[in-house]
């Protein structure tokens, strides 16, 4: 046997060996990069920043000066000699301009790039010294498609918030666990904005995963969902969940792919974009009004002014879900108000009114913005009064809260809208029970951390240290005693929080 290996080794060398000098040469290595960037770059544009790319850019152009231009100067010399180049400038002149935009846009995105750098922040852990207090569990050095959502639910268990209820203990599940293997489970999600406005896609696709793979068989619901109230967004008519420019590693991961992806290996898993009843306003299930709309309650709260609103819809699997009273059960005509579970997951950013939104902010996706608006009281207008802490208490509180801040936007009331070139990447998702904490902490040591690295100015906005009225600390405060006064645990107070940090190492 090591005879005719040997023997095929010789007869094969000489041809190893042209074949080797040949694809050395920078013929050869221009024409390869060539190709490689006319098939890879040409079914998708925005490869184009990759790093192969960009080298497989820089080889081509080298190559075609060297290869095809000046040949082709020469025939050109040759063919046109006696032709009135009068009569072929426009083609010659749209020729150029075409040449030039592609070159000049892959300039642009190459700068796109590297104006969007990686920030690695130091977060650091904190016991509290004082009861009562909220926890906060966050995973540094996360990319959103990879582990960690999973790293997540275990650093929770691991400080006695199991992700999983079960009547038995085990691994990240007990009688304490946050959502039952039959429970709706509404994941409330960023999606009035494309680019890196909305929610991480990579991030929403892994906490479905890890909510379907429930230790004890997941046979409930989940349902992502938003009001984006049919107005602004990129194309001013609000919310979508099929963007073509996603915030995620493949930015063409739409929420509604994910959704689908899940679907078709039938998991009930759905998608409602609440824009499509944010105008029409309907009565309760227990009022035999079985329409999808929202119920508003046209009477202004007395101590921040909103008139309270939300969603009542139908599933794509024939549930009846209210978002205040829970899962209605249109035979026995009642509702299951504890089988209703909201994950409140926003993408941590600036905010040009009210400075930052996090989790509190992020419940204007549940209310109905123009019924509140014809009747008198726009919600939009009550974040500053702490309207959306009376929302979050009068309908239904979040059972758990989790801040997307892979990528973030640090500028000084720079979004709500964040685009490639404005978003910066910190790596970091953190949860917790208590949406106040959690927006005071992630506002406070990532967003304005964030804004100071980038060298902006002007971070009062952002900070929620500063109480002045009007300011983003002030109406935190606001929210958070609309919370407290319901009985939920709130606090902005360093001293009454746990920091419980994990750090994962990339390879």
Not at 216 to 232: L, M, R, S, T
Not at 278 to 307: L, R, S
Not at 360 to 387: E, P
Request: aromatic share 10%; proline share 5%; net charge positive.
């Amino acid at each position: 046997m090591k005879m005719i290996v040997s023997r095929l080794f010789k007869k094969s060398r000489p041809l190893y060996k042209r074949l080797y000098t040949l694809y050395n040469t920078p013929f050869f290595i221009g024409l390869l990069s060539f190709l490689w960037l006319i098939l890879r770059t040409g079914t998708k544009p925005s490869r184009i920043t990759y790093p192969c790319q960009r080298v497989a850019l820089t080889n081509s152009y080298l190559w075609l000066m060297a290869y095809i231009i000046q040949p082709l100067h020469s025939i050109f010399l040759k063919f046109f000699k006696g032709v009135d180049l009068r009569r072929i400038l426009p083609l010659l002149v749209a020729l150029i301009i075409a040449s030039s935009s592609l070159v000049l846009w892959g300039v642009y995105e190459t700068m796109k790039v590297r104006e969007t750098q990686e920030l690695g922040l130091p977060i650091v852990e904190n016991v509290a010294k004082f009861e009562p207090c909220s926890s906060i569990f966050v995973v540094n050095g996360t990319r959103g498609n990879d582990d960690g959502i999973s790293k997540l639910i275990d650093l929770m268990n691991k400080h006695d918030l199991p992700f999983y209820k079960s009547p038995e203990l085990g691994k990240n599940k007990g009688p304490k666990g946050l959502i039952d293997k039959d429970d709706v489970v509404i994941i409330k999600v960023n999606s009035q904005w494309d680019e890196r406005g909305g929610t991480n896609t990579d991030l929403v696709k892994a906490l479905i995963q890890a909510i379907i793979e429930h230790p004890d068989g997941f046979i409930g619901e989940i349902i992502v969902a938003d009001n984006g109230q049919a107005q602004y967004g990129p194309v001013g008519s609000g919310g979508s969940f099929s963007w073509s420019k996603n915030n995620a590693e493949n930015i063409s991961q739409s929420i509604q792919r994910v959704v689908d992806l899940f679907a078709s290996r039938n998991y009930r898993v759905s998608a409602y974009l609440w824009d499509r009843i944010t105008t029409k306003q309907v009565k309760e299930y227990f009022e035999n009004d079985m329409e999808d709309g929202y119920v508003v309650n046209a009477t202004e709260n007395p101590v921040t002014g909103i008139m309270v609103s939300y969603p009542k819809f139908r599933t794509a699997f024939g549930t009846y879900v209210s978002f205040k009273y829970g899962i209605w059960d249109p035979k026995g005509q009642t509702y299951h108000g504890d089988k209703l579970k909201v994950i409140n997951f926003p993408v941590l950013k600036t905010h040009s009114i009210y400075g930052v939104t996090g989790c509190v902010k992020h419940y204007m996706g549940t209310v109905s913005d123009k019924l509140t608006a014809s009747l008198g009281a726009r919600a939009h207008n009550t974040v500053g009064t702490g309207g959306m802490g009376t929302q979050m208490v009068e309908t239904r509180f979040p059972t758990l809260n989790i801040i997307d801040a892979i990528w973030v936007n640090p500028m000084p009331r720079g979004g709500p809208s964040t685009s490639y070139t404005r978003a910066v990447r910190v790596n970091i998702i953190a949860a917790s029970t208590d949406p106040v904490a959690l927006d005071y902490w992630a506002a406070k040591h990532i967003l304005l951390e964030a804004a100071r690295r980038k060298g902006y100015s002007g971070l009062s906005s952002m900070d929620p240290d500063n109480t002045e009225r009007g300011s983003f600390g002030n109406w935190l405060r606001l929210s958070m005693e609309e919370i407290k006064r319901a009985g939920y645990q709130a606090t902005v107070d360093e001293d009454h929080m746990n920091i419980y940090v994990l750090h994962l190492k990339r390879t």
